[in-house]
């Protein structure tokens, strides 16, 4: 039987600078009070999490780098997705997805239709360009 190792799957972002959040306080006290432009990757167990959403964002750090890098693990913090999926309401939940905060407000997201079906460099240019728009 497959077991999956999601401390793997979270490692492939922390390892690249994202903060974990991983309870809904956490998500409260950080991601609203962020100055700045914010990463958030909202990470997921899926094929596409690992084949194309975790590997376009380490590809779009090596041109962009936003003030905060974030994530919460959809399926595994749940209190913490839920959390961070309050914070944009405008936004359907999405798993993987992107969004991108300033100044703790989203102004873009990346949602899994746009992650599905695509590769991780076309995923990656839009998650440059989303975040130099927040930047500019």
């Known amino acids: 039987m497959f077991v999956p190792d999601f401390q793997a799957m979270r490692e492939e972002l922390t390892r690249l600078g994202f903060e974990e959040l991983r309870t809904a306080e956490e998500v409260q006290e950080r991601l609203p009070t962020a100055k700045g432009v914010t990463l958030l990757a909202i990470n997921s167990m899926c094929g596409c999490a690992g084949g194309i959403a975790r590997p376009a964002a380490a590809l779009a750090l090596r041109e962009v780098k936003p003030d905060h890098l974030m994530t919460v693990f959809a399926g595994l ?33 990346i949602p899994r239709s746009q992650i599905e079906g695509s590769d991780p460099q076309t995923v990656a240019r839009r998650i440059v360009e989303a975040v130099r728009a927040a930047q500019a």
Do not use: C, I
């Not at 997705?81 to 991108?100: C, G, I, K």
């Open 77 to 109: 913090d749940k209190e913490a997705t839920a959390a961070a999926r309050a914070l944009f309401p405008e936004y359907p939940p999405s798993s993987p997805s992107f969004a991108v905060l300033k100044d703790g407000k989203a102004v873009a997201m």
